[in-house]
């Protein structure tokens, strides 16, 4: 028996040995921060992964998507919103390849995407508040999110686009999780928890029934929790991404602590705690906003000739 449980022991040892090998061995930096990232999948198949995903968003979607070919409408006020998200998406997308080339002249080692992504801009006409972009630059835009970044006064109307800065840095934000390559690392972070459940698995073969459940449970546990800790930090990694894209595009940075208490507004119910969620809370991410903010406008005075203050 001792034999048994000490050679099922070396199984497990020898296991997360490599499993942790295996986490080292692919590190990567991420260049706008500095983090190092664990991602083993190549650019090449993860943008493939992303015009996958959103073909078929676009296809379930079908009539709602503004001005495509299946759209139920397209008025004008449907083409001057499409016309806005592609116009603030180009700003954006103009400034994501500055970035790159510009941290690739500081000496960063990194294969730049900004210039290769096929950017394709969508709005969706949903009442969800919400937008992304996927790897390879594939942007939607819900038409539910446009009173948050709007003028806020309870309904989706024209006025909502006449200042454009707040919906710029929801989409600065969704933009620097594909620069920043996260839908990756997650996929990658999923891959590892399942070779560690693996090793767990072969470790434990002769427990009783209850004992594999309690251990499996406790290794998902933690699992989740990392998990948990690292969308986190991805969150905080795109709002900063973001910040930068805003500033280099020349929209105001200072709408963005505002946005952020507003969707802080959003929902009803209790929240879960900060350490239970995938993001931030609102109100964290308001203050890294407000901490970011006088370089933030130092440089956007810089860079686009203004003279914005900083706002008590």
Known sequence: MGNLLRSRLGILIGGLVL???????NQ???????????????I???????AQSYSQILQQESGDVLCSRAARSCDANARELVRTVNEIGLRLQNAAVELE?????????????ADQFDWTYNVINSDTPNAFCLPGGYVAVYTGILDITGNYD??????????????????????????AHHGAERMSQQQVVQMGQLAVGL????????????????????????????????ETEADK???????????????APDLWERMGEQG???????????????????????????????????RCGGSIRLEN
């Open 203 to 234: 470790g434990m073969g002769d427990m009783s029934a209850s004992q594999r459940q309690a251990v499996m449970q406790a290794f998902g546990m933690a699992a989740q929790g990392g998990i948990l800790a690292f969308s986190r930090e991805h």
């Open 28 to 42: 990567q930096e991420v260049p706008f921060t500095g983090r190092k990232q664990f991602n083993t999948m190549s």
């Open 241 to 255: 991404i973001g910040l930068d894209l805003l500033v280099r595009a020349c929209f105001d940075p200072r709408e």
């Open 44 to 50: 090449e198949d993860s943008v493939r992964l992303g």
């Open 19 to 25: 499993l942790a090998l295996y986490w080292f061995s």
């Open 101 to 113: 080339q510009d941290l690739l002249a500081q000496g960063y080692n990194f294969a730049p995407v």
């Open 268 to 302: 009803s119910g209790q929240r879960p705690p900060e350490w239970m969620s995938t993001h931030p809370a609102s109100e964290t991410r308001a203050e890294n906003f407000r901490r970011w903010m006088p370089d933030a406008i130092s440089e956007y005075n810089r």
């Open 154 to 179: 309870g309904q989706v109307d024209m006025r909502d686009i006449d200042d454009v800065d707040k919906l710029a840095v929801v989409m600065g934000h969704e933009i620097g999780h594909a620069l």
